[in-house]
């Protein structure tokens, strides 16, 4: 997210760019019609000229120490008692992904990841996603 640049974002297809990510490379995410318009509001009132959010001098991205105090803040806002940290961003966007019922191959794309046994760290089982499994004696 720090190292988004305006032009990274092609809301026509709805994809976000990530560029340089894991393994230096570029992969592409998809954002949805509700986060487009939040980054069209959030550009019209910051006018950002170089990364998509900048810090307090013009040119210069937001920094991740600034960033995890924004989190922190929002999850106690929130109400949210574990600790929280971007890293944990990433593991929940995955965790939902995976209780949403995305495939494992494609949320292995998502994350960048070149093996699925990375992406199973990310993916817990979770007691949501097991209340979903069926027994096959529901079929009789």
Request: proline content about 2%.
């Given at each position: ?25 570029d992969?592409?995410v ?26 307090q ?44 019922g ?12 070149r093996?699925?046994?990375?992406t ?20 009789l």
């Amino acid at each position: 997210m720090l190292n988004l640049k305006i032009g990274d974002v092609n809301s026509k297809r709805h994809m976000l760019i990530i560029r340089n990510a894991k393994g230096y490379k570029d992969r592409q995410v998809p954002i949805s019609d509700k986060t487009i318009e939040m980054l069209r509001e959030y550009y019209k009132m910051y006018r950002p000229n170089v990364w998509l959010f900048e810090g307090q001098k013009s040119r210069e991205r937001y920094s991740e120490k600034s960033l995890a105090k924004v989190l922190k803040h929002a999850a106690n806002k929130a109400n949210i008692r574990i600790p929280v940290t971007l890293r944990w961003l990433r593991y929940s966007y995955a965790t939902h992904l995976l209780e949403s019922g995305a495939d494992l191959r494609y949320i292995q794309a998502l994350l960048g990841h070149r093996g699925s046994k990375t992406t199973e760290i990310y993916t817990h089982v979770s007691q949501k996603c097991l209340q979903k499994i069926k027994s096959s004696f529901d079929y009789l």
